[in-house]
């Protein structure tokens, strides 16, 4: 039977996320012999990334894409994938997500907040942007209002650096730097491009605090509801997605990065001293979130995979 599905995607069209969700369709379409159409609602258009999770989980919504750090209220244990300085690069994201990790993660996701992870978009690290001036130090951050997510690990990030940060949706964030009720925010190049935030911010610190991670999410219901050609059909489409994903944030963000100074007039600090004082500072956050990810070994376990040493006791 011919079905047509409804996907959210938090990001504007020409992101990691709409890249994603535009080869999922395509490959479900393939998969299906065109019998599961997908309908892409790019910008927030289905509601902020936050309730798209509530409302994949009741069955009023099939899919969605959004940021990881948006599903880390309903599900803590994927905080690990969002502690500051824990994923340096893309290879780390994509063995950690393509893993045992990631199926641990997507199983504790469907057990706490009722969806399924079905793929998964890379879109690189997190860099910080303000209207106001060069940004190389924590201590930069002085006098300047940063927009995080509603994730208590960002906000305790920001906390280390010694500024209280402003949690808002993302839906209003665009809005919020435009007005100046916040002067800054983070998200990767890619994402930065195709939200136009260079409309509304100068300044991007070359900084990798945060590797962004965006998985396709099914309501679990929805995903049982369905024939097991059709379950075959959704992981293998996510799949593909998944690796194509990996593929245009390595072809694509180097170019997007030059386009952000070359167009757009951006201008890139480097972090001072290697970004040393960056690291050691949120880093101290670690400890504070053992217990909501599962405890300190879930967190020695992923920093076992990516090959580094145990985190620290306290
Ligand atoms: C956020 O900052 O809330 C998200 O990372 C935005 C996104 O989904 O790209």
Same mark, same amino acid.
């Given at each position: 039977?011919?079905?047509?599905?409804?996907?959210?995607?938090?990001?504007?069209?020409?992101?990691?996320?709409?890249?994603?969700?535009?080869?999922?369709?395509?490959?479900?379409?393939?998969?299906?012999?065109?019998?599961?159409?997908?309908?892409?609602?790019?910008?927030?258009?289905?509601?902020?990334?936050?309730?798209?999770?509530?409302?994949?989980?009741?069955?009023?919504?099939?899919?969605?894409?959004?940021?990881?750090?948006?599903?880390?209220?309903?599900?803590?244990?994927?905080?690990?994938?969002?502690?500051?300085?824990?994923?340096?690069?893309?290879?780390?994201?994509?063995?950690?997500?393509?893993?045992?990790?990631?199926?641990?993660?997507?199983?504790?996701?469907?057990?706490?907040?009722?969806?399924?992870?079905?793929?998964?978009?890379?879109?690189?690290?997190?860099?910080?942007?303000?209207?106001?001036?060069?940004?190389? !130090?924590?201590?930069?951050?002085? &006098?300047?209002? =940063?927009?995080? #997510?509603? +994730?208590?690990?960002?906000?305790?990030?920001? $906390? %280390?650096?010694?500024?209280?940060?402003?949690?808002?949706?993302?839906?209003?964030?665009?809005?919020?730097?435009?007005?100046?009720?916040?002067?800054?925010?983070?998200?990767?190049?890619?994402?930065?491009?195709?939200?136009?935030?260079?409309?509304?911010?100068?300044?991007?610190?070359?900084?990798?605090?945060?590797?962004?991670?965006?998985?396709?999410?099914?309501?679990?219901?929805?995903?049982?509801?369905?024939?097991?050609?059709?379950?075959?059909?959704?992981?293998?489409?996510?799949?593909?997605?998944?690796?194509?994903?990996?593929?245009?944030?390595?072809?694509?963000?180097?170019?997007?990065?030059? !386009?952000?100074?070359?167009?757009? &007039?951006?201008? =890139?600090?480097? #972090?001072? +001293?290697?970004?040393?004082?960056?690291?050691? $500072? %949120?880093?101290?956050?670690?400890?504070?979130?053992?217990?909501?990810?599962?405890?300190?070994?879930?967190?020695?376990?992923?920093?076992?995979?990516?090959?580094?040493?145990?985190?620290?006791?306290?």
């Amino acid at each position: 039977m011919a079905a047509t599905w409804k996907m959210a995607i938090g990001d504007a069209a020409g992101g990691t996320q709409y890249e994603l969700g535009e080869k999922f369709a395509e490959e479900m379409g393939k998969r299906t012999d065109g019998k599961v159409k997908i309908n892409l609602f790019p910008n927030g258009q289905l509601g902020s990334e936050q309730d798209t999770i509530n409302n994949a989980s009741m069955g009023m919504l099939d899919l969605s894409i959004l940021a990881i750090n948006n599903i880390t209220p309903f599900s803590p244990s994927v905080g690990v994938l969002t502690l500051p300085y824990v994923i340096h690069n893309a290879e780390d994201a994509k063995l950690l997500t393509q893993g045992a990790v990631g199926k641990e993660l997507a199983q504790n996701t469907i057990r706490d907040a009722g969806v399924r992870i079905v793929g998964w978009a890379y879109s690189g690290c997190r860099r910080l942007t303000n209207s106001v001036k060069p940004v190389a !130090s924590p201590k930069d951050l002085e &006098g300047l209002v =940063i927009r995080v #997510p509603k +994730n208590e690990i960002m906000i305790a990030s920001y $906390q %280390a650096w010694g500024v209280n940060p402003n949690p808002l949706a993302w839906s209003e964030t665009f809005t919020a730097l435009q007005q100046g009720v916040v002067h800054g925010q983070d998200n990767p190049y890619i994402t930065i491009d195709a939200m136009k935030f260079y409309e509304v911010q100068k300044y991007v610190t070359d900084s990798c605090y945060v590797f962004s991670l965006e998985p396709l999410i099914m309501g679990e219901g929805a995903f049982q509801s369905l024939s097991s050609d059709m379950q075959t059909a959704v992981i293998e489409a996510g799949a593909a997605a998944t690796e194509h994903s990996y593929n245009y944030l390595l072809a694509s963000e180097e170019g997007i990065k030059k !386009s952000l100074v070359e167009e757009h &007039g951006m201008t =890139i600090v480097q #972090p001072a +001293n290697d970004e040393s004082e960056w690291i050691a $500072q %949120a880093s101290t956050i670690w400890p504070k979130f053992y217990k909501s990810i599962g405890g300190k070994d879930k967190l020695d376990n992923v920093l076992g995979v990516l090959g580094r040493e145990p985190a620290p006791e306290k």
